[in-house]
């Protein structure tokens, strides 16, 4: 059980353009998501905080302008990178918390690499 | 402010060798839980172990154990019997409270090499 799917696992696309990545707890509701990035050779650096129905929390330097977070079901949380650039190139994980567990670990999805040409 | 430092970059270690991987933390925060996590080269990010900061027994999971020094604040992971599967990053993590809506904040990690 506790399994986080993410999709598309990779995208190209070209400078300019918006890229929508989604996270989907699969058997298992997620009152709280999370989104991170990760640069090649480096750690998981938290992007932001998704709750169901709510705005979401961001991390200090991240634009919310430009990743646009929506959880508009417990099962579902997408990411929109608007006006991507080569630099917003990443690994992108969600994670996903089940309602109501206390010293639970989160769950993360397999990922998704962005490249923006 | 929450803080995780993993200060080795890199390990190898022979095959069947026990290996430990350090992790100190930092929070003014009672309420805490430490993880583990391994990271093999396909990107996902594997759940190895779970420490709670009231716990009282050190955690552990098959091969893997937490040696938890509260008072130093580190909590250490120990492989043991190492396999060549084990080659990985692996990230200490740390969330303030227990609960499983609040935010884990990672280590800069360790990769961890084994040698046949």
């Known amino acids: 059980g506790a399994v986080v799917s993410q999709h598309p696992s990779w995208v190209i696309c070209k400078s300019g353009t918006s890229v929508k990545i989604e996270c989907r707890s699969l058997?298992?509701?997620?009152?709280?998501m999370f989104w991170y990035r990760q640069f090649p050779k480096q750690s998981l650096m938290l992007m932001a905080t998704?709750?169901?129905?709510?705005?979401?929390?961001?991390e200090q330097g991240v634009e919310k302008d430009k990743f646009l977070i929506n959880h508009a079901s417990l099962t579902l949380s997408t990411l929109t990178v608007t006006s991507a650039h080569p630099e917003d190139s990443s690994f992108y994980i969600c994670?996903?918390?089940?309602?109501?567990?206390?010293?639970?670990?989160?769950?993360f999805g397999p990922g998704t690499r962005l490249t923006v040409l | 402010a929450q803080k995780i430092t993993q200060t080795q970059p890199g390990m190898f270690v022979q095959e069947k060798e026990a290996v430990t991987l350090d992790c100190t933390y930092d929070?003014?925060?009672?309420?805490?839980?430490l993880f583990w996590y391994k990271q093999p080269s396909s990107g996902e990010m594997i759940f190895l172990i779970y420490?709670?900061?009231?716990?009282?027994q050190n955690a552990t999971e098959g091969r893997y154990s937490l040696n938890f020094q509260k008072a130093r604040k580190s909590a250490n992971l120990v492989i043991s019997a190492s396999q060549l599967g084990d080659s990985a990053m692996y990230f200490c993590?740390?969330?303030?409270?227990?609960?499983?809506?609040?935010?884990?904040?990672f280590g800069s990690g360790t990769r961890l090499s084994i040698r046949p």
């Open positions: 994670s996903a918390s089940r309602s109501g567990m206390v010293s639970d670990t989160q769950y």
């Open positions: 058997d298992f509701q997620a009152t709280t």
């Open positions: 998704s709750n169901e129905g709510s705005k979401a929390t961001y």
């Open positions: 929070t003014s925060d009672p309420s805490y839980g």
């Open positions: 420490q709670g900061s009231y716990d009282q």
């Open positions: 993590a740390m969330r303030e409270g227990l609960s499983s809506a609040s935010k884990i904040i």
